[in-house]
């Protein structure tokens, strides 16, 4: 068998359909398919069941798909492992953060840490996902909940407040109810529901899984937003508004496995990112 093809079998059973498979792939639908069936082919196994709601696998390919979670794990436990030795500071070094973090924080930071270390090549994958150190999804994370994940190396480096804003032409204009700007049902908590509590007779009129939307809404005028003080203060169109009550931040955390905390390249991002998040600590906290 084409053993790659394996990892096909995987996507689909992780995503859930062809489509889920071939994003997390980088491939066609029709290529993850036809991959499939060069797989059956070559097991002589049914793996896939035409249903009415789509391909679904069988149990054999359920099957296949968990050895072959137990194949990747071996790879990339194999490959940390090797590259724990590593000590030259070049190639690749995968960082995820989320959106804002990593877009509007990280980004200049890490320009600046790849010119001091130009072998280095630096990705930043924004993701609202906690992706898997031990799966080589990432190999550092900047997380804002404390890591779970048990082969993960973890410190708290700092917090993000949140605060509301809006513009002055906003403010200045009257209205019988408060417009807000907050995010969507998937991502919201303590701090949407604060906006919410504190502008009672208010009306969410914009909402968004991505904090660079909430953003843009209020320097358009949409209305006022509940977003990190790091974004809000660093906008002069913008205005913080007082809240009755203090606004909880959110913890920040870093992350690396512990097989890459010796990989020289890693290494040193990691101690990069957490003198960086100390330096910064007021304007990240908004004080």
């Given at each position: 068998m084409n053993w790659d093809d394996a990892r096909v079998a995987l996507a689909f059973a992780r995503g859930g359909n062809a489509s889920a498979a071939a994003r997390a792939l980088g491939v066609s639908h029709t290529t993850v398919l036809r991959r499939l069936q060069a797989l059956e082919a070559d097991l002589e196994q049914r793996l896939v069941d035409r249903t009415p709601e789509g391909p679904r696998l069988t149990p054999a390919g359920?099957?296949?798909?968990?050895?072959?979670?137990?194949m990747e794990a071996t790879a990339a436990t194999i490959e940390r492992r090797l590259l724990g030795g590593e000590t030259r500071l070049e190639g690749l070094v995968r960082v995820t953060a989320t959106e804002a973090?990593?877009?509007?924080?990280?980004?200049?930071?890490?320009v600046e840490f790849q010119r001091v270390h130009p072998a280095v090549e630096v990705e930043l994958v924004t993701d609202t996902r906690s992706l898997s150190l031990a799966r080589r999804e990432a190999d550092v994370a900047v997380r804002l909940l404390r890591p779970t994940e048990p082969s993960s190396i973890r410190k708290r480096v700092g917090?993000?407040?949140?605060?509301?804003y809006a513009t002055p032409a906003y403010l200045k204009g009257r209205r019988e109810r408060p417009r807000l700007v907050g995010y969507d049902q998937r991502l919201a908590g303590p701090e949407t529901e604060r906006?919410?509590?504190?502008?009672?007779?208010?009306?969410?009129?914009?909402?968004?899984?991505?904090t660079g939307a909430l953003l843009a809404a209020a320097l358009a005028g949409g209305g006022i937003a509940m977003i990190p003080c790091f974004l809000g203060d660093a906008e002069p169109r913008l205005r913080r508004l007082?809240?009755?009550?203090?606004?909880?931040?959110?913890e920040i955390w870093l992350a690396i496995h512990r097989d890459l905390r010796r990989t020289a390249r890693a290494a040193a991002l990691f101690d990069f990112l957490a003198?960086?998040?100390?330096?910064?600590?007021?304007a990240l906290r908004g004080t």
């Open positions: 359920r099957e296949l798909a968990r050895l072959a979670e137990e973090l990593g877009a509007r924080f990280l980004t200049p930071h890490l917090e993000i407040g949140y605060a509301a906006l919410a509590a504190d502008y009672p007779d208010g009306r969410f009129v914009f909402r968004s899984g991505s007082e809240v009755p009550r203090a606004i909880p931040p959110s003198d960086l998040f100390r330096a910064h600590a007021r």
